[in-house]
């Protein structure tokens, strides 16, 4: 037993804050039970669902995406149908993308916002990008470094002219798609892992800059529709009405839109769009939004051509909850004040336990927060995984800032002082709990003068085991 392990630490319940997933309770079960129901009851709907669907994905589904994304980004020209393919949720999306609009060798590089969503890493790893991933700063509060990426670009194309790269080697030319000459990848609203939310200038900035250099934006919007006011006296903001335009938005507009004179009409950026934090990740379903070429190129990958868009019969479920306005209204009505609550019982606590710690939160003057997590950066001189190793000691997992760091990269872009906690998925009455053990491993760390730093080889079998990499 570990010295620093006390006896009656064994005993207290487990408080799991690092897993992302929703509470059981908040799963959209019972709409899907009637959902289901009335689809498989009526032939019309329960036989198209069960063949081949289109390689677009579910007309029904499209249409009802599109109608909610135009009243919820209050879009100045309508979303239409056309601009949306169905995906097998946002990861699934991401593979399909790299699939049609990259090449391992004439696309440079892939440049992650960090810290980033650990779990995209290996998605870009598959499709060719190990030793092509890069990242770039959010630290300050506007949501990412604009220049510092606008410099590594630069560079990146400057290698790439040398290395006479000036086409794409293994991708063939197709009618429907294109090779993009960069990636960029973002979670600009209530970000995973920070929860920070990137400014409307700096959504702009990035779209200028995608144009520039030829990049493709891919954004994670997945958290978007889980909004509530940051202070619980808030009474004037909207639950049905984003606070900010999704950077496809800000692509279809700014400055002549993706239809400008000279543009390709593949436009710069896409969002990637899932029902796993709005009703269930088992549903594995989303839905992937861009110009009405960039969507029809998704649509054209070699797996949908050949068995149709992915999720089908579960695209038709969801699709039937869209139409009736019940998801909409479970978004609205349970889902935003139950997760807001939850945020608020563990801010409430940080604002007690740990800021008088010396515990820092980002974007603390924001109207609007959501998402699933909360970051945090510990004083100095704690180490965030050695207070994730004490934490365990006391039944309590959290996830060391570390995890979230680009792999395989150089840049000196590190998250050792780092935190997230998620709020969304242990038991609300334990959130409490969990904040104050962590207040007292770090009490007790701050005692030992910040405590003995792990050795490599334990922080990386612990970052390892926390990310659930078999080896
Ligand atoms: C930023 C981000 N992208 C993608 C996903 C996974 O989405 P999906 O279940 O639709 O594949 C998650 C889930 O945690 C996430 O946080």
């Not at 080889?457 to 659930?468: I, Q, T």
Request: hydrophobic share 35%; charged share 25%.
């Amino acid at each position: 037993m570990s010295p620093h392990m006390e006896s009656s630490a064994i005993s207290k319940p487990l408080i799991n804050l690092l897993r992302g997933w929703p509470n059981p309770s908040l799963l959209s079960v019972q709409l899907f039970d009637k959902a289901t129901h009335r689809v498989l009851t009526n032939k019309a709907n329960a036989i198209p669902g069960m063949l081949y669907g289109p390689d677009e994905g579910d007309a029904r589904l499209r249409k009802g995406v599109a109608s909610w994304l135009t009243s919820f980004y209050s879009a100045s020209k309508p979303i239409t149908e056309d601009r949306i393919a169905v995906s097998g949720g946002a990861s699934q999306a991401i593979a399909n993308i790299l699939q049609v609009y990259t090449d391992p060798i004439y696309t440079r590089n892939v440049w992650l916002v960090s810290p980033s969503y650990m779990l995209v890493f290996r998605i870009f790893e598959d499709s060719g990008f190990a030793h092509k991933l890069r990242a770039v700063p959010s630290e300050d509060d506007e949501g990412i470094d604009i220049d510092f990426l606008r410099a590594q670009i630069r560079m990146s194309e400057e290698k790439a002219i040398q290395d006479g790269i000036t086409e794409p080697h293994l991708k063939p030319q197709r009618p429907w798609a294109k090779v993009y000459k960069h990636i960029i990848y973002a979670v600009p609203t209530f970000s995973n892992p920070t929860s920070k939310t990137m400014t409307l200038q700096k959504r702009e900035d990035l779209v200028r800059l995608a144009r520039e250099y030829d990049a493709l934006i891919i954004c994670d919007d997945v958290y978007d529709f889980l909004q509530w006011p940051s202070s619980l006296h808030a009474t004037n903001l909207s639950r049905d009405k984003a606070a900010l335009p999704r950077i496809v938005d800000v692509d279809r507009y700014l400055d002549g839109g993706t239809k400008r004179p000279g543009a390709d009409g593949f436009g710069n950026s896409l969002s990637n769009g899932s029902f796993s934090k709005i009703s269930g990740p088992g549903l594995r379903t989303g839905w992937v939004e861009g110009t009405e070429n960039f969507a029809y190129g998704v649509a054209q990958t070699g797996s949908s051509r050949s068995g149709g868009a992915p999720s089908h019969l579960t695209a038709t479920f969801v699709a039937e909850t869209l139409e009736s306005g019940e998801l909409q209204r479970y978004v609205y009505e349970t889902l935003q004040p139950t997760y807001g609550r939850r945020y608020q019982k563990m801010v409430g606590a940080i604002n007690k336990e740990l800021i008088p710690l010396g515990v820092e939160l980002p974007q603390t003057e924001r109207d609007v927060v959501g998402g699933y997590f909360i970051w945090l950066t510990l004083p100095h001189p704690l180490k965030g995984s050695l207070v994730t190793k004490r934490a365990e000691e006391e039944n309590l997992i959290v996830a060391p800032g570390q995890i979230f760091e680009v792999p395989g990269d150089n840049a000196d872009i590190h998250f050792e002082r780092d935190l997230r906690l998620c709020f969304a998925w242990e038991e609300e009455d334990k959130l409490v709990e969990g904040i104050e053990r962590l207040a007292s491993c770090i009490r007790r760390l701050q005692s030992e003068g910040g405590g003995e730093p792990l050795s490599p080889a334990a922080e990386a079998e612990m970052h390892k085991r926390l990310v659930g990499v078999r080896s």
